[in-house]
């Protein structure tokens, strides 16, 4: 097969991109996340009381990305839809085996965005979060994570 200038300069930025692996508790479902740069995530916590329920713990840690870096390269996930507790229908994809939730996505940003749950990542620590919303709801045991924003909302 050849390839013209155009085709391995592409090829050649393609190899360069970011790219991380992920995938649910049993191994069902298994994906790869490639980025122009980690800058491309936009990772943080969010107090919320709707994360809290779905997380299952005390916030929810995930990272903003372009719909099209995440890639499902085995199995399938299944879709929640429900209202997000102000009355904005959130979308959740998850594994129907074991149940990790995989990524989530608003009505509003469903064809260019995933909210990837950063702890289905396998290594979670190539996407440090970049700040807190919900600031208000934190639990009061948990400190403030230091050296990012902080928002009592979302749209603050």
Not at 7 to 27: E, F
Not at 124 to 153: I, T, Y
Request: charged share 25%; aromatic share 10%.
């Amino acid at each position: 097969m050849r390839f013209n200038l155009t085709t391995r300069r592409a090829l050649s930025l393609i190899s360069r991109m970011p790219s991380y692996t992920g995938s649910c508790t049993c191994r069902r479902i298994q994906y790869n996340l490639t980025l122009s740069s980690p800058d491309d995530a936009r990772t943080s916590l969010c107090h919320c009381r709707n994360c809290k329920k779905a997380f299952g713990t005390n916030y929810g840690l995930t990272a903003k990305i372009p719909k099209d870096a995440l890639k499902i390269t085995s199995g399938a996930t299944k879709e929640f839809a429900g209202d997000n507790g102000s009355g904005s229908i959130v979308h959740r994809e998850f594994c129907d085996n074991c149940g990790s939730f995989i990524c989530e996505y608003g009505d509003a940003v469903k064809d260019k965005f995933r909210y990837l749950v950063v702890g289905s990542l396998d290594d979670p620590e190539v996407l440090p979060p970049k700040g807190e919303f919900f600031c208000q709801d934190r639990a009061s045991w948990m400190p403030e994570v230091p050296n990012v924003f902080h928002k009592k909302q979302i749209k603050e």
